[in-house]
């Protein structure tokens, strides 16, 4: 059974309306329907996983969230601006500014130190270097690793560098997070300890949003998304 979940009077950070994803042949033809009229509403400090077998569309879903992706037809309201038709330089500004990615792979730069690393994404919103160094070591000391600023990621340990990869994720101050397998590179025990991490910040009053497969991490969040050929089959407060 499907049960949106009300808003109590939340603020919205993202509200998608009859949301759709075709992915077309060279021809013109439709390939596939990813999404099929999707209608989801989060909002503001809610931890949401996003599920559903492979082909499901919830990495359609996620994309489009993460204005990686443009809809085919539909509208995408993030924290009030209409994201649904930006041209690319305006989504990807914008993508800057409101989102925080934290990926499977961790995706930090080799050749750069941890807070080199966190200041990255401040460097492409101009911020003036004192300003963002000194913003790169609050997040890095916030995740536990204030002692090791100048070490590079393969100087640390797998759950280390998915710490700066979150840092990295807050230094923006961004209107949501979205975490992609967070995990999915990590052992049981460093596994539970980035998420009770991910979970800290949710306490703290972030969004939150989780592609996870495993129903374990899922029952760690409020609110579960699950999609099935391209729609929203349940939408459930846990």
Do not use: W
Not at 28 to 38: D, F, H, I, T
Not at 91 to 102: A, N, W
Not at 172 to 186: K, R
Request: contains cysteine.
């Amino acid at each position: 059974m499907k049960e949106t979940p009300s808003n109590n009077g939340a603020t919205t950070i993202a509200d998608l309306r009859g949301i759709s994803k075709t992915y077309f042949k060279p021809d013109g033809s439709p390939l596939v329907k990813a999404l099929r009229e999707v209608d989801l509403r989060i909002d503001a400090g809610q931890y949401i996983a996003i599920m559903g077998a492979s082909g499901s569309g919830k990495s359609t879903l996620m994309n489009i969230l993460g204005c990686l992706d443009r809809p085919t037809a539909g509208t995408y309201h993030l924290d009030g601006e209409d994201v649904s038709s930006l041209e690319d330089e305006a989504l990807s500004s914008i993508r800057g500014r409101k989102i925080g990615f934290v990926f499977q792979a961790f995706n930090l730069i080799t050749e750069l130190t941890i807070v080199e690393n966190v200041e990255v994404p401040l460097f492409y919103q101009a911020m003036p270097r004192r300003d963002r160094r000194e913003r790169a070591i609050d997040h890095l000391q916030r995740v536990g690793l204030g002692d090791r600023l100048t070490h590079r990621p393969n100087e640390l340990s797998g759950g280390q560098q998915q710490r700066v990869a979150i840092a990295r994720a807050l230094a923006t101050e961004p209107a949501v997070i979205m975490a992609d397998e967070p995990t999915g590179n990590l052992d049981t025990v460093t596994g539970a300890e980035v998420l009770q991490l991910i979970s800290d910040l949710h306490d703290r009053g972030m969004t939150i949003l989780m592609v996870t497969h495993d129903d374990r991490i899922a029952k760690r969040c409020e609110r579960i998304v699950r999609l099935r050929d391209g729609e929203i089959e349940s939408d459930l407060l846990h």
